[in-house]
């Protein structure tokens, strides 16, 4: 699919999400769009409840936008950290951004607070870079 098509349909999806109050979610993933498709993307944001990327992303998305990256707006509420357990045998990186992502709106689903959503999302990523591929095994429980 055209990058084009993909933004108009990102478009009609964060208009159609405001107007029956609904929750949506993006990724910042790819680096050629937030380079290039800046514009784009800052429309989109503007319907964002919430923006899930990593350091690297957050630097590319400030680059774009001339801003130095520790400038980055954080929303009207308080900015918030929160720990991350190390890990100590990192085998593969490829899906662990993904993994947090889903941790985290999986767990925002089921009405989760942000701690535990955070929390699910790092359990999630560090379970994944921790095997050869980006596939979970299903939990016991």
């Known amino acids: 699919m055209l990058h084009r098509e993909r933004v108009k349909i990102a478009k009609y999806r964060t208009r159609r999400t405001c107007v029956h109050v609904q929750t949506f979610a993006i990724g910042l993933s790819v680096p050629f769009i937030l380079q290039f498709f800046s514009s ?15 350091e690297s992303e957050s630097e590319i998305y400030a680059d774009s936008h001339d801003i130095a990256s520790t400038d980055l707006p954080t929303g009207k509420e308080k900015t918030t950290s929160f720990p991350v357990k190390p890990i100590e045998d990192i085998v593969d990186t490829d899906g662990a951004g993904d993994a947090f992502a889903g941790g ?16 699910a999302g790092n359990t999630l990523g560090g379970l994944c870079i921790g095997q050869n591929e980006p596939v979970l095994p299903l939990p016991k429980d």
């Open 40 to 54: 784009q993307l800052d429309h989109i944001l503007s319907y964002t409840s919430i923006v899930i990327g990593n």
């Open 104 to 119: 985290v709106v999986g767990a925002l689903l089921l009405h989760q607070h942000i701690e535990k959503a955070i929390e």
